[in-house]
């Protein structure tokens, strides 16, 4: 009882507080406000771009063309040979026949060439549609099923889908550096910051002291303060998060550019951001308050 009761009483001193040196916890604000910012389109970014990453590896195909003197009970061998690969997620097989009808389907150019052509003659070759689950490892699963039996030619759109996937990773990286960076720039700032509020006050920890007070109970009202700025900082990065994104999703219809890239839904994603940002901004105010106290409770 006792605990809620000094907890109570902190909250309450930690609101005088922030209202009693507004300037300075302005500047607080203000500070963790354009981090924040920073940070949030940093978080954004890196999340659509792990999501671009994802639908790309999710079309990433392995075509496998047979030979086309292969039986009907070979092609069932390689079929439970492609199954049995570790990295394969799923797979069609599709007959000649089959190849033959869904591009006549496509196509009236393919229709009037193939309509020359009957199942013996065809130059089409029975096929495996192969998705792999790590796309990293799309190149050694591709020369597996190549040295199978029965195996003409696999295709998997090699050199470029290397690229793309060293990009894509190399980006991702990048984002996840800058986010990092980003919040131990926020934290030092906070700091720093809240370091000249609390310098402000000194007198009024080494009364403290002196009265007797312990280090829990000098600290907690500063760390509650400093989750309070941390709280008031999130709340204009959460405002451009969340009306922000939708904006520019809806600008570019969920697409960057082409179909190939598409935007993460804003719904629950700016949800999501604007959580991460408000811990982020309570997390970074409360240990900015912690580490500048720290110093004044010295022995």
Known sequence: MKLFRMIGRSIRDAFKSVIRNFSLSLASISCITITLIIVAIAIMASLNVKNFTTEIEKDMTIVVFLDSSTTEEEAKEVEEKIKNLDNVSEYTYQTKKEVKEMMQEESEVFKEVLDNFDDESSPLKDTFQVKVEEVLFIKSTAKQIENMDHVSVVRYGEGMVDKMVSAFTS?????YGVVIALVLVTLFLIINTIKLTISARKKEIGIMRLVGASNFTIKTPFIIEGMILGMFGSIIPIIITTYGYMAFYNHFDG?????????VSPEPFIYQVSLIVLGVGILVGMIGSSGAVRKYLKV
């Open 171 to 175: 980006i991702e990286k990048v984002t």
């Open 255 to 263: 697409y960057l550019y082409s179909e190939l890239i598409k935007l």
